[in-house]
């Protein structure tokens, strides 16, 4: 059963060459006919399907568009073109701290990142200690986040997102904050929660991770997708890369 | 039909979210001061006993003969009229404010202008015992009428909703917006009939334009709001038809136009916040 379905996607941004944020700015410069804008493509036709049960990997490069799909896929942003079809409920963690309140408490946060996610109170009253207990904050529960170091910040956010079994859990970047025990035992949950039927997908400039934990990925450049296939390949032609410019370098 | 489904569907998926942000918003206002949720009471009080004495002494002559019970008659202007301001004020930045949360994660817009209107809301009935304390202070007679005060409370709610619906879209591409409402809520509280009684304030000239007050007011929704809410709990009576009319049109309406507008730019609010 395909779980994501991307279709031709494109996400086209207008970058304005100035940015008018006031009535008076926008007016003059749209009876000047100045308003310009660069358009710009973050993806361009991007097409992927994840199946029930994928552990997907996206790889690229800084500015290569594997935040901006996630996003599309999230539903934060709509598409320019193509579609997106998701099935089930999806735990995004794609920035850290998303729904969280840095000036709540880490217990006052728990229930509203919770209720962000689509959570009742009662379940997270239920599975309160869980979250507390694998986030190792028993002590800081009081104290408010902006307190917090963003170690501890994202493992509060991990915690939280993990804790229902979502049907798709989109993880960018979130393990890189993290010490090494912490990443160890998020890499525990996912693989936990993959056999309890969840469909990941993970972004990690880290290409040992990518190998040890997906099976599918797809490689994107600059907003195209460059090699989409079983992780192994994908993921030797993508070390090639980094070859190529240790070479370049030297 | 079947947007209005999708509608309610997310609604009811996400309304723990809705009460964890209001509660939230209590949290932060209240965070560190003494007295509290008092002051929800205490304000409202404070400033009808500062603007009782204003226009009993300085201005005596401005508020018209025929009001039997000024403090009473003005708190409700005061409360009403702070509810439309606090609601559509902070609805108006809710999108802005919302930014670090829906750049991240998917939550129906909607729910933040609807929860500041709420929380606004919430703030209001808290201030109602300013309005009880006053009542009883001037000995005011409680009338069974004033359970239809509900009403015009409930219709106010919606035509803030709406208002701050277009509000919270207009602000997310022009910030210029918020200077222009703080200005145009001023001169909104001169024309709502808060401490005047307009049917005793005969023809005004303005910068040449020559206008009879009582007739002039009826243009403006919060009159009839705060008239409404007026006649049920102060003079003991049943609402008119035309109350009844005018301010369910004008909530129904207002709500209507903002979801519309609300509605066709939401997609983009994500790339210019």
Same mark, same amino acid.
């Given at each position: ?143 408010? &986040?902006?307190?917090? %170091?963003?170690?501890?910040?994202? *493992?509060?956010?991990?915690? =939280?997102?993990?804790?229902? /079994?979502?049907? @798709? ?32 997908? &993970?972004?990690?400039? %880290?290409?040992?991770?990518?190998? *040890?934990?997906?099976?599918? =990925?797809?490689?994107?450049? /600059?907003?195209? @997708? ?25 | ?273």
């Amino acid at each position: 059963m395909n779980m994501i379905e991307v279709n031709n996607v494109s996400m086209r941004f207008n970058m304005a060459k100035e940015k008018h944020e006031s009535l008076k700015e926008y007016f003059l410069a749209a009876v000047q006919g100045k308003l310009q804008f660069e358009e710009f493509y973050a993806l361009r036709d991007v097409s992927l399907t994840v199946e029930a049960g994928d552990f997907y990997g996206l790889v690229g490069l800084n500015g290569s568009g594997k935040s901006t799909l996630l996003k599309v896929i999230s539903g934060v942003f709509k598409p320019s073109a193509g579609s997106v079809t998701v099935r089930g409920t999806i735990a995004p963690l794609i920035e850290l701290g998303a729904g969280f309140d840095f000036d709540l408490t880490a217990r006052e946060n728990i229930f509203l990142n919770g209720t962000v996610l689509g959570m009742t109170p009662k379940y997270i009253r239920e599975k309160f200690d869980e979250i507390v207990e694998f986030s190792e904050l028993r002590n800081f529960l009081d104290i408010p &986040l902006k307190n917090y %170091s963003s170690g501890m910040v994202s *493992r509060l956010a991990f915690a =939280v997102a993990t804790i229902t /079994k979502p049907d @798709v859990l989109i993880a960018d970047e979130i393990l890189a904050v993290g010490d090494f025990l912490f990443q160890q035992k998020c890499e525990k949950r996912m693989q936990e929660l993959m056999s309890g039927g969840t469909t990941v997908i &993970l972004v990690s400039h %880290s290409i040992e991770q990518i190998e *040890r934990m997906c099976n599918k =990925v797809t490689w994107l450049e /600059k907003g195209h @997708v460059r090699m989409q296939g079983p992780c192994a390949e994908v993921c030797a032609a993508y070390k090639e890369l980094n070859g190529h410019a240790q070479e370049a370098q030297a | 039909m079947a947007m209005w489904k999708a509608y309610c569907k997310d609604f009811w998926r996400y309304r723990y979210l809705l009460q964890n942000l209001i509660g939230r918003d209590f949290k932060l206002k209240y965070r560190r001061s003494v007295l509290g949720v008092l002051w929800s009471v205490l304000n409202p009080l404070l400033m009808n006993i500062v603007m009782v004495a204003v226009f009993s002494t300085l201005f005596a002559g401005m508020r018209g003969q025929g009001i039997s019970n000024f403090p009473v008659y003005l708190i409700i202007g005061q409360l009403l009229f702070t509810f439309f301001n606090d609601a559509t004020t902070s609805s108006m930045s809710s999108m802005l404010g919302a930014a670090p949360l829906i750049k991240k994660v998917y939550i129906p817009k909607y729910i933040f202008p609807l929860e500041k209107v709420c929380f606004s809301l919430v703030n209001c009935v808290f201030s109602f015992v300013a309005l009880i304390i006053v009542m009883l202070f001037t000995g005011a007679p409680l009338h069974p009428t004033a359970v239809l005060a509900i009403y015009p409370l409930l219709t106010l709610f919606v035509f803030s909703l709406g208002v701050g619906l277009v509000l919270a879209t207009l602000t997310v591409f022009f910030r210029d917006i918020m200077h222009l409402w703080s200005v145009f809520t001023t001169m909104l509280m001169y024309f709502s009939a808060i401490f005047y009684d307009p049917s005793q304030m005969g023809t005004f000239v303005v910068y040449g334009l020559s206008i009879n007050m009582s007739r002039f007011i009826k243009f403006n929704p919060l009159y009839w709001y705060i008239t409404a809410f007026r006649a049920a709990v102060l003079d003991g009576e049943v609402l008119s038809w035309n109350m009844v009319w005018i301010c369910g049109i004008c909530a129904v309406a207002t709500l209507m136009f903002g979801l519309f507008v609300f509605r066709k730019k939401q997609d983009k609010f994500v790339l210019h916040i």
